[in-house]
C-alpha cells in the first residue's frame, strides 16, 4: 500500500544527490500502486525509462494506466528538451512510426513498450493522444497521479522527466499525498480534476486524435509476454545497471528496495506454477481484435478446399495477413509446427513479407532472392535436418521471388522439402501462369497451396488462367473473394471521387499512330480482341505506344488539373503522379514479368519521369516534389517524410506498384494510358488504404484516344481496344461517388466510336 508499505520523507521532498532520490519515487510508487494517470508532455525514450523500474511489478499487482500524450512538439517543448539534456538533438518519438524506432530501442526502452503492450492486450490501459488548439500545448509539464484501494499520491511539475537528469543532474519533485490534510488532499483532488478534464475531451485547448492506432502499432511490434516474463527481465535489467551504470549509493538503495520486491513476486510466481514454460516466441496473431470474419472466412473456406485455394482480394484488405492466419492455424492446429514458402514477384515484397511474419512472431525466415548470399547454406542445413527425422517439427519461413525459385539449380532444392507438411504461398499469383514459372506448375510438390491476387484473371490467356486455377484447385469460384466494392462499403478501403480525362492527339501524332495502326490491324483478330503472335508485333506495339505515352496533350492535361486541385485545396499534399511507361508493350499481351528480381529504370523511363516532375515544381514553389524510382536508395526514408507531409509529391512509374503502402496518399494522377486493366486496379487499391486523416481519395485518370478515321483499316481495332478501356473506366466509375462526371467527360469519344455509355 503506498500509505503504510512505503517510507515518505517528512518534507514531501524527492531531491537528486540526497537520499530521497526522484527515481525512488517512481519506482516505490509504481511497486504499489493499482492504478497510474500520466499526463506527458511528450512521448520520449528518456521519459519512458522513468517508468521501467517497477514497471513490471505494477502489471503484477493488476494495475491499470491511463495515458495522455501530445503528439507534437511546440517550439517551447524542443528548447526544453535540448536546454534539459544538454542534447543538440532530442529523441522524442513519433508514435506512428514504432516499427522503424524499434530497432534503436535500447532493452530498457523495449522492457517499457512490452509492458505497455501487456497492458493494451489485457485492456488495461487508456490513451489519448492531444494536440495544442491554436499553439496551446501542454508544454514540458509532467502530472500523475498513482492510487492504490484507498490513498492517493500527486505529483505536478516541470522537472526533467528523464531517467538520466534524475540520476545525473540535481532535479526535484514535490509530492501531496492525499492521508496529510486538507491542504495536500485539495491539492491531490487538483491533480485529478486536471487529469479527468483533459482525459474526457472537455479541455477546450487541445484537439484529441484517434489513440487506436499507436495501441494496434504497440501489438504489432512488441509481442505479448506474461508477467513473470516481464518481471525476469525487469531484474535482469536492474542487476545489469549495478554493474555497468554509475549511479550512487542513494540511487542504488532506492532500486535495491524494488528489485526485492520483483525477486519477491517471480518467487511467488514460481511456487504457485512450478511448472509454467514461458515460450517468448510462440506464435500468435498480432491484431488485439484477432482476426476479421471475412479472414475467418476465408481460412475456413480452404479448410473445405482441402487446404487448396486462390485468395481473390482486393489491394488493402489484408490479403497477407489473411494467409499468414492460415499458417498461423496449421501451427496452433494437430500439426504443431509451421513450415511455408513463399512466393513474391520483386525483392521489395520480400522484405515487407517478413516484416509481416516477423508480426505473427514466426522464426527462422529464410530470403532466396539476389540480395542475400547464404540462403543455400541455411535452406541445405533446413533439407538436411527434415530428412534426419521425418518427425522433426522444425519451424520456418523460406520468401523468394518468382524469378529466384524458378531457376533449375534452385527449383531442384525446393523440392526435396516435405510436400506434405509446406504450405506454398503465392502473392500476385498472377504470375504463375506465364514464364518460366508457369512450366514448373506440375512439378511443384506441395500440397497445401494459397494464391492471392487482386487481380487472378490475366487477359487474352486462358491457357495461363486455366493452369492457375487447375494449380489452387479453382472451379468455378474463387475459394475466397472480397472485392473492392466490399472492402469500401465496410470501411476497409476509403471512399473516392474519379475523375476521367479524354486527352486526343495533335495532328503530327496522329499521322503517325494511323500509319502504325494499319500495319497493326493486320495482326489483329477482332474476334478475340487481341493480336496474333508476330516478329513484327512488339516493335509496331512500342513505337504507337511511344505515341500515346509521350502525347503532349497529356502535360497539358496533366498542368491542369494539378492547377486546379491546388486552387481548390491550397497544397498539393499527400499526392502520387504515375507517370507513362515508355517501354513495355505487354501491356496487349498480359505477359507478366517473372523473371526479375526489382524493377529497373532506364534512361528513357527517367527522361519521362523527368518530364512530369518537372511541372509539380513549376505550378507552386511551396510544393515539394521527388521522383522515386528503381535507383532510389532512400525509399524508406522518403516513403516516412510522404506520411508526414514533409514532402508532397511522388512522381513514379511502376516503382509504387511493389506493394509499397502509402496509406496518406490523398490525390493520384495517372497518366498512363494502358490496354492492362491489372495496373489501374492495383494502384487504385493503393489509393483507398485507409488513414486517420484521410476522409477520401480523388482519382484522376487520363485517357488518350486517337480519332482513327471510319473508313480507315484500323477503325473496328481502335474501337475494340478502346472498348476494353472503358471497361476498367465504368468500373472505376461505378464504385465512385460522381460517377456521372465520368459519364458527361467521356460522352464525345463514346459517341464517335458508338461505344455503350454507363
Avoid at 506 to 526: C, D, F, G, P, R
Avoid at 703 to 715: E, G, Q
Amino acid at each position: 500500500m503506498l500509505k503504510n508499505d512505503v517510507i515518505w520523507p517528512d518534507h514531501r521532498q524527492f531531491d537528486s544527490k540526497t537520499e530521497w532520490e526522484p527515481i525512488g519515487f517512481f519506482s516505490e510508487c509504481l511497486c504499489n500502486a493499482t492504478t497510474f494517470d500520466l499526463m506527458l508532455g511528450f512521448f520520449s525514450s528518456s521519459a519512458i525509462e522513468v517508468l521501467a523500474d517497477g514497471f513490471a511489478m505494477f502489471l503484477y499487482r493488476g494495475g491499470k494506466m491511463r495515458l495522455i500524450i501530445n503528439d507534437v512538439l511546440s517550439q517551447e517543448d524542443q528548447d526544453f528538451i535540448v536546454k534539459g539534456t544538454e542534447r543538440s538533438i532530442f529523441d522524442y518519438f513519433e508514435i506512428d512510426n514504432l516499427e522503424k524506432m524499434k530497432e534503436t530501442l535500447s532493452k530498457r526502452n523495449k522492457h517499457f513498450f512490452d509492458c505497455l503492450s501487456f497492458l493494451i492486450q489485457e485492456n488495461r490501459i487508456e490513451i489519448k493522444i492531444i494536440r495544442p488548439r491554436n499553439s496551446i500545448g501542454i508544454s514540458h509539464s509532467k502530472l500523475g497521479v498513482f492510487s492504490d484501494a484507498y490513498n492517493s499520491i500527486g505529483f505536478n511539475g516541470s522537472c526533467n522527466f528523464s531517467r538520466n537528469a534524475l540520476i545525473e543532474n540535481i532535479e526535484s519533485i514535490t509530492i501531496d499525498c492525499d492521508w496529510d490534510g486538507d491542504v495536500s488532499k485539495n491539492r491531490v483532488r487538483h491533480n485529478k480534476e486536471i487529469f479527468n478534464k483533459a482525459f474526457s475531451g472537455e479541455n477546450p485547448n487541445y484537439l484529441y486524435i484517434e489513440a487506436n492506432k499507436i495501441k494496434s502499432n504497440i501489438q504489432h511490434c512488441f509481442c505479448k509476454k506474461d508477467v513473470e516474463e516481464l518481471l525476469e527481465e525487469e531484474e535482469e535489467i536492474m542487476v545489469k545497471d549495478k554493474k555497468n551504470y554509475p549511479i550512487n549509493n542513494n540511487v542504488a538503495y532506492a532500486l535495491k528496495r524494488t528489485r526485492e520486491k520483483v525477486n519477491s513476486a517471480i518467487s511467488l510466481i514460481k511456487e504457485k506454477h512450478p511448472k509454467t514454460v514461458v515460450d517468448k516466441y510462440s506464435p500468435s496473431f498480432p491484431y488485439l481484435s484477432g482476426p476479421r470474419e471475412y479472414q475467418k472466412q476465408a481460412f475456413d473456406n480452404w479448410v473445405a478446399n482441402k487446404q487448396k485455394g486462390l485468395f481473390a482480394m482486393a489491394t488493402g484488405t489484408g490479403k497477407t495477413i489473411t494467409s499468414l492466419n492460415c499458417l498461423l492455424n496449421i501451427y496452433k492446429g494437430k500439426a504443431g509446427f509451421y513450415k511455408a514458402i513463399i512466393l513474391v514477384p520483386t525483392t521489395v515484397l520480400v522484405e515487407q513479407w517478413e516484416e509481416e511474419c516477423k508480426k505473427f512472431h514466426f522464426d527462422n525466415i529464410i530470403k532466396v532472392y539476389s540480395k542475400n548470399s547464404s540462403w543455400k547454406k541455411s535452406l541445405d542445413n533446413i533439407i538436411l535436418q527434415e530428412k534426419i527425422d521425418d518427425e522433426n517439427k522444425l519451424n520456418y519461413v523460406i520468401i523468394s521471388t518468382y524469378a529466384s525459385f524458378a531457376r533449375d539449380n534452385v527449383f531442384t532444392i525446393f523440392t526435396q522439402l516435405p510436400k506434405k507438411k509446406v504450405l506454398f504461398i503465392a502473392d500476385e499469383c498472377h504470375n504463375i501462369g506465364a514464364g518460366k514459372i508457369k512450366v514448373r506448375l506440375p512439378y511443384i510438390p506441395f500440397l497445401r497451396r494459397i494464391g492471392l491476387s487482386a487481380t487472378p484473371q490475366r487477359q487474352f490467356d486462358d491457357a495461363g488462367n486455366n493452369a492457375i486455377n487447375d494449380f489452387f484447385g479453382i472451379k468455378n469460384s474463387y475459394t475466397f473473394e472480397y472485392s473492392m466494392k466490399d472492402a469500401i462499403r465496410q470501411g476497409k478501403l476509403c471512399q473516392y471521387y474519379y475523375y476521367p480525362h479524354v486527352v486526343y492527339l495533335n495532328s503530327e501524332e496522329t499521322k503517325k499512330y494511323n500509319e502504325l495502326s494499319v500495319k497493326l490491324a493486320k495482326m489483329y483478330v477482332i474476334d478475340s480482341d487481341r493480336f496474333k503472335n508476330d516478329d513484327m508485333l512488339m516493335a509496331l506495339l512500342l513505337k504507337r505506344k511511344r505515341i500515346i505515352h509521350k502525347a503532349e496533350g497529356k502535360k497539358v492535361v496533366f498542368s491542369q488539373i494539378l492547377k486546379e486541385h491546388l486552387r481548390k485545396k491550397g497544397s498539393l499534399k499527400y499526392s502520387l503522379i504515375y507517370v507513362p511507361e515508355g517501354n513495355d508493350p505487354s501491356e496487349y499481351m498480359d505477359n507478366d514479368n517473372d523473371e526479375q528480381d526489382s524493377i529497373n529504370d532506364d534512361n528513357e523511363t527517367m527522361h519521362l519521369i523527368e518530364e512530369y516532375t518537372r511541372p509539380v515544381a513549376e505550378v507552386d514553389s511551396h510544393t515539394t516534389v521527388m521522383m522515386f524510382t528503381g535507383e532510389t536508395s532512400n525509399r524508406d526514408e522518403i516513403l516516412e517524410k510522404f506520411a508526414k507531409g514533409q514532402l508532397d509529391v511522388l512522381t513514379s512509374m511502376k516503382c509504387l506498384d511493389e506493394g509499397v503502402d502509402v496509406p496518406r496518399s490523398e490525390l493520384a494522377i495517372f497518366c498512363s494510358s494502358t490496354g492492362n486493366p491489372r495496373q489501374f486496379i492495383q494502384r487504385r487499391g493503393r489509393i483507398l488504404r485507409t488513414h486517420e486523416d484521410k476522409k477520401f481519395a480523388i482519382i484522376h485518370d487520363l485517357v488518350v484516344a486517337p480519332k482513327i478515321d471510319y473508313s480507315s483499316p484500323s477503325y473496328n481495332m481502335e474501337r475494340n481496344l478502346l472498348n476494353n478501356e472503358m471497361k476498367r473506366v465504368r468500373e472505376f466509375a461505378d464504385l465512385s461517388q460522381n460517377s456521372s462526371d465520368t459519364i458527361k467527360e467521356l460522352e464525345d469519344i463514346l459517341t464517335y466510336y458508338n461505344l455503350p455509355t454507363f
